[in-house]
């Protein structure tokens, strides 16, 4: 689980990058977003694979927290997971030209062209029918049990 720090450096980042669905991020604590936010890799690798992925993908970070939490909360429709992986795939995108901009003159920069590739790959495997809506699926399952427990604990006094 990260830090509120280092939950608060992704945040800041995903501003100023004026990425899409910084309003849905702004309705969560920083406790929420670091309960949420696993990282770029999907939740059955180990942790310490996760933070190597996120290391060598740090500009993509930023997407992947607000992606983390609409998983988070994923109401389990398909109109939800494809928004949420659309709107991934546009924050990518966004990243890899922020990260590398384009230079007057320079028609192929591999640096970029290579960002962007990334991008997208990462938007595939999220948005696969296989593994990705599986995913999505099973988020929202976790996210009723979570609903339930806290309804339970309500009921509780506790």
């Not at 910084?22 to 929420?32: G, I, R, V």
């Not at 339930?148 to 006094?157: H, I, L, P, R, V």
Request: contains cysteine.
């Amino acid at each position: 689980m990260k830090s509120e720090t280092e939950i608060d450096a992704l945040v800041r980042r995903a501003v100023d990058a004026g990425l899409e669905g910084l309003d849905f991020l702004s309705s969560f604590t920083y406790a929420e977003l670091a309960e949420g936010y696993n990282g770029i890799g999907p939740e059955f690798l180990p942790v310490w694979l996760r933070d190597i992925t996120s290391d060598r993908l740090d500009i993509f970070a930023p997407c992947a927290v607000i992606h983390d939490m609409r998983n988070h909360v994923a109401d389990g429709t398909r109109a939800a997971f494809l928004h949420a992986n659309d709107e991934f795939r546009r924050n990518c995108l966004k990243m890899a030209d922020l990260a590398y901009p384009q230079q007057p003159g320079v028609e192929d920069d591999m640096k970029r062209a290579r960002a962007k590739a990334v991008a997208e790959i990462l938007y595939c495997f999220v948005s696969a029918d296989n593994f990705g809506w599986r995913a999505w699926q099973e988020a929202h399952e976790r996210y009723l049990e979570r609903q339930a427990a806290a309804s339970q604990n309500k009921e509780n006094g506790q």
